[in-house]
């Protein structure tokens, strides 16, 4: 099922996930409703927090960005991530302009390592450590941010985030022009 998915003003972007219980039992729907939402609004990566659900999971998909990016090892990456702890971060920092379902129409070089070493669970429940470089790794560091409560304009100097105040302001009052349904803060 699509969900609507919650933009900039919304406190639940802004808090620490918990963990999801192994017994959760809303699981595998909550799993394909992230799918299905990522979908519908042509994004490759969604977390839990920006459908309004504060739990520690988050789905990315970049098969739609591997042709264009001319990376052979974005297509069919596509997966699930429950529990995600990044293990460790290192490489040279390097930018990337970023976007987010939640930050509809803002687009913002940030930077950021080069790898990671991340634990997780699949959706079976096995634990699984894998490394990551690239634009893999930047999907995955940018979606994990969001099971903390940041968002990746936290992350541009404090110049270029005063200059996209008006533009944030906008978006926590739904006036936005966009093609997915949003849920905004409430007057
Ligand atoms: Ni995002």
């Known amino acids: 099922m699509v969900l609507p998915v919650y933009v900039y003003g919304m406190s639940v972007l802004r808090k620490v996930a918990p963990e999801i219980p192994e017994n959760y039992k809303g699981l595998d729907q909550l799993i394909e409703d992230l799918y299905d939402t990522m979908r519908a609004s042509d994004g490759i990566g969604l977390a839990a927090p920006q459908v ?7 789905v990315v998909d970049t098969t739609p960005i591997s042709e264009d990016k001319g990376d052979p090892a974005l297509k069919d990456f596509k997966k699930v991530f ?16 970023e976007g987010c ?24 429940w ?24 940041k968002l990746f304009v936290d ?12 533009r944030l302001n906008a978006i926590s009052r739904g006036r936005i022009d966009n093609d997915y349904k949003i849920v905004f803060p409430k007057k």
């Open 52 to 58: 309004g659900k504060s739990l520690r999971i988050f």
């Open 82 to 97: 429950i529990n995600p702890y990044i293990l460790k971060e290192w490489g040279d920092s390097w930018s990337f302009e």
């Open 101 to 124: 379902l939640s930050l509809p129409n803002i687009r913002e070089e940030v930077s950021r390592p080069s790898q990671i070493r991340i634990e997780y669970y699949d959706e079976h």
């Open 126 to 149: 096995n634990l699984i450590e894998e490394e990551y470089d690239g634009i893999r790794a930047r999907v995955i560091q940018h979606e994990y941010d969001h099971l903390d409560g």
């Open 155 to 166: 992350h541009i100097n404090p110049i270029r985030r005063k200059l996209l105040s008006s």
